[in-house]
């Protein structure tokens, strides 16, 4: 049995007052993939995140091997996020307003043409610093356009009874993506170096934008005021994350262990060219080995009801991130062989906290939004608890060059502070 994605909103007010006739008491995965629209939607979604993360890892390789200056790639992993995130409330009125489908396209369409830029800047030898940050500053002010287009198209595309396991695919979609854009960065880079790694990441996120091409996108909400002014609409989006306390905690809490995560995404390359004397193929495969836990785990943590539990999730998650940092840490001292089964182990950790993190997070989200403000809200939320990753890459590169393990500590600290603001910051219930 099918169900339309239009008439089984899960935000909807239409959508939860008709769950029990859409939708069969049957929770299961084949029931979620039985609405129609899903499966595209999933498929669509994978390719898309997968060229975000080859491109996310393949930039921060790319710079290291190309300029030999951690302190670079911090600073463009930094501009690689940050604008993005800097224009998100903008960003979420759009969404509101514009149609979801819609904008996220645009951005796949901004991501391929900003690569094939990239593409031709490399293949010519006219990169420099100076051209590279611009352009990477530039081509991230469409992102929340689809990283938060896509999280909100996920309930809206299934009933209030599919919504755990639609987190599920969510979570381990990304952690799919996670297992195939690091390899695919690894060995790309290695094989056709950095300008092919570009010109195939763009060809991703085309496919990605033609596979959703004939969606159907959910209609806006009743209240999103389309008539007020967007500048306006995006203050008032800021506004009300900043004033619900629900949204407000996990901000504290998710930017806090974010910041931790950021040091990671440029401490461990480092750690794996400097102590180990392994290849860019090698920080893939890493990479690649905690996406594959992580879909796994997210699988798992789909079919458990998160009602009650969430912040238990939440933190649970950041505990074991904490743990796996700690790992990572005593896997830069280790001796050679000790060390590699250590470092294998971290990435282990790190993927089975990802996925109760993710789930527990975006079930608090949704259950304690309103509606009519999802678009905005989760567009400003995302923005708020990702601004921590940029800010740590950032910091990473100076904290790198004088002590790779200095910066995983640092990371364990964060990610731990981020765990204990988890339960001072977000209400039990909102």
Same mark, same amino acid.
Not at 207 to 232: K, M, Y
Not at 338 to 352: E, K, Q, S
């Given at each position: 049995m099918t169900t339309d994605l239009i008439e089984t909103s899960g935000v909807s007010e239409a959508g939860q007052a008709?769950?029990?006739?859409?939708? $069969?008491? +049957?929770?299961?995965?084949?029931? #979620?993939?039985? @609405?129609?629209?899903?499966?595209?939607?999933?498929?669509?979604?994978?390719?898309?995140? $997968?060229?975000?993360?080859?491109?996310?890892?393949?930039?921060?390789?790319?710079?290291?091997?190309?300029?030999?200056?951690?302190?670079?790639?911090?600073?463009?992993?930094?501009?690689?996020?940050?604008?993005?995130?800097?224009?998100?409330?903008?960003?979420?009125? %759009?969404? +509101?307003?514009?149609?979801?489908?819609?904008?996220? #396209?645009? +951005?796949?369409?901004?991501?391929?043409?900003? #690569? @094939?830029? %990239?593409?031709?800047?490399?293949? $010519?030898?006219?990169? =420099?610093?100076?051209?590279?940050?611009? #352009?990477? =500053? @530039?081509?991230?002010? $469409?992102?929340?356009?689809?990283?938060?287009?896509?999280?909100?198209l996920f309930p809206r595309a299934v009933p209030r009874t599919l919504w755990d396991r639609a987190n599920g695919v969510d979570s381990g979609s990304q952690a799919l993506a996670t297992v195939l854009g690091p390899a695919l960065a690894g060995l790309l880079l290695a094989a056709i170096g950095g300008a092919g790694t570009f010109l195939a990441t763009a060809g991703l996120y085309v496919v990605s934008g033609v596979v959703l091409i004939g969606l159907h996108d959910p209609p806006p909400e009743r209240g999103t005021q389309p008539e007020v002014a967007l500048g306006r609409s995006a203050w008032q989006a800021l506004v009300f994350v900043l004033r619900h306390p629900t949204l407000r905690g996990i901000m504290f809490s998710l930017s806090t262990s974010n910041l931790g995560f950021g040091l990671l995404t440029v401490a461990l390359p480092v750690l794996v060219f400097s102590h180990f004397h392994w290849g860019t193929a090698a920080v893939g495969e890493l990479w690649s080995l905690s996406g594959l836990i992580t879909v796994g785990a997210g699988i798992l943590a789909g079919r458990v009801s998160t009602e009650g539990r969430e912040r238990r999730m939440v933190a649970f998650g950041m505990g074991v991130l904490a743990a796996a940092c700690s790992v990572l840490l005593l896997a830069s001292v280790a001796a050679a062989l000790l060390g590699t089964v250590v470092l294998i182990a971290a990435m282990v950790l790190i993927g089975a906290g990802s996925a109760p993190l993710d789930v527990g997070l975006f079930a608090l989200r949704q259950r304690r939004t309103d509606p009519a403000w999802f678009g905005r809200a989760v567009a400003v939320s995302m923005s708020l608890n990702f601004a921590g990753q940029p800010i740590g890459s950032a910091l990473a590169g100076p904290i790198v060059q004088r002590s790779v393990p200095l910066a995983l500590a640092v990371a364990a600290i964060l990610s731990l502070l981020g765990c204990v603001v988890t339960y001072l910051a977000i209400p039990k219930a909102g």
């Amino acid at each position: 049995m099918t169900t339309d994605l239009i008439e089984t909103s899960g935000v909807s007010e239409a959508g939860q007052a008709g769950n029990t006739v859409a939708a $069969t008491a +049957d929770a299961s995965y084949g029931a #979620l993939f039985g @609405v129609r629209g899903f499966p595209q939607l999933a498929a669509g979604t994978v390719l898309a995140r $997968t060229a975000g993360t080859l491109w996310q890892v393949a930039l921060v390789l790319f710079v290291l091997q190309r300029f030999h200056s951690p302190e670079l790639a911090g600073v463009t992993a930094f501009l690689s996020v940050a604008p993005g995130l800097a224009v998100s409330p903008i960003a979420g009125a %759009l969404l +509101d307003r514009q149609g979801r489908l819609r904008m996220i #396209l645009v +951005d796949y369409a901004v991501a391929a043409v900003s #690569l @094939v830029v %990239l593409f031709a800047l490399t293949a $010519t030898n006219h990169l =420099a610093p100076a051209t590279l940050l611009p #352009l990477v =500053a @530039v081509s991230s002010l $469409t992102g929340p356009l689809s990283s938060s287009g896509i999280r909100t198209l996920f309930p809206r595309a299934v009933p209030r009874t599919l919504w755990d396991r639609a987190n599920g695919v969510d979570s381990g979609s990304q952690a799919l993506a996670t297992v195939l854009g690091p390899a695919l960065a690894g060995l790309l880079l290695a094989a056709i170096g950095g300008a092919g790694t570009f010109l195939a990441t763009a060809g991703l996120y085309v496919v990605s934008g033609v596979v959703l091409i004939g969606l159907h996108d959910p209609p806006p909400e009743r209240g999103t005021q389309p008539e007020v002014a967007l500048g306006r609409s995006a203050w008032q989006a800021l506004v009300f994350v900043l004033r619900h306390p629900t949204l407000r905690g996990i901000m504290f809490s998710l930017s806090t262990s974010n910041l931790g995560f950021g040091l990671l995404t440029v401490a461990l390359p480092v750690l794996v060219f400097s102590h180990f004397h392994w290849g860019t193929a090698a920080v893939g495969e890493l990479w690649s080995l905690s996406g594959l836990i992580t879909v796994g785990a997210g699988i798992l943590a789909g079919r458990v009801s998160t009602e009650g539990r969430e912040r238990r999730m939440v933190a649970f998650g950041m505990g074991v991130l904490a743990a796996a940092c700690s790992v990572l840490l005593l896997a830069s001292v280790a001796a050679a062989l000790l060390g590699t089964v250590v470092l294998i182990a971290a990435m282990v950790l790190i993927g089975a906290g990802s996925a109760p993190l993710d789930v527990g997070l975006f079930a608090l989200r949704q259950r304690r939004t309103d509606p009519a403000w999802f678009g905005r809200a989760v567009a400003v939320s995302m923005s708020l608890n990702f601004a921590g990753q940029p800010i740590g890459s950032a910091l990473a590169g100076p904290i790198v060059q004088r002590s790779v393990p200095l910066a995983l500590a640092v990371a364990a600290i964060l990610s731990l502070l981020g765990c204990v603001v988890t339960y001072l910051a977000i209400p039990k219930a909102g």
